[in-house]
C-alpha cells in the first residue's frame, strides 16, 4: 500500500508561482510513475502533468504546457509540480497519483493510489 500526502497548496495571484509537493510512503517508490492531476468546480478529474520512474519521460496537459514543471526525487520518495504563471483557470484542488508501471498515463483509471487533495486558488 502506498499512502501519499501533497502540500504546497494556497492562494495565489494572476502570473504567480506555487510548488506543489508529493511525498509518498507505505511501501518502496521503486518502479512508480507518478502523476498530477486536478478537479475544478463542476468539472471531472482531468490529467495535469506526469512522470517516469528513471528514465526521464515527462508528459502535459496542453494547458499547461511551458507553465509547469514535474520532477521527482527518488531518494525522498517525493515528486513535485512546479507551477509559474499561473491563471485564474488553474484553479482547482490538485491530486498526486502513482501507478505500478513505470511509464507515465493521463488517464485517472491508469492510476492506483491517489492523494487526498490539495486547494490552489488563483485569484487577485
Known amino acids: 500500500q502506498v499512502q501519499l500526502v501533497e502540500s504546497g497548496g494556497g492562494l495565489v495571484q494572476p502570473g504567480g508561482s506555487l510548488r506543489l509537493s508529493c511525498a509518498a510512503s507505505?511501501?518502496?517508490?521503486?518502479?512508480?510513475?507518478m502523476g498530477w492531476f486536478r478537479r475544478s468546480p463542476g468539472k471531472e478529474r482531468e490529467f495535469v502533468a506526469g512522470i517516469s520512474w528513471n528514465i526521464g519521460i515527462t508528459d502535459y496537459a496542453d494547458s499547461v504546457k511551458g507553465r509547469f514543471t514535474i520532477s521527482r526525487d527518488n531518494a525522498k520518495d517525493t515528486v513535485y509540480l512546479q507551477m509559474n504563471s499561473l491563471r485564474p483557470e488553474d484553479t482547482a484542488v490538485y491530486y498526486c497519483?502513482?501507478?505500478?508501471?513505470?511509464?507515465?498515463?493521463?488517464?485517472?483509471?491508469?492510476?492506483?493510489?491517489w492523494g487526498q487533495g490539495t486547494q490552489v486558488t488563483v485569484s487577485s
Open positions: 497519483a502513482a501507478r505500478r508501471n513505470p511509464r507515465p498515463a493521463d488517464a485517472t483509471t491508469s492510476y492506483d493510489y
Open positions: 507505505g511501501r518502496t517508490f521503486s518502479s512508480f510513475a
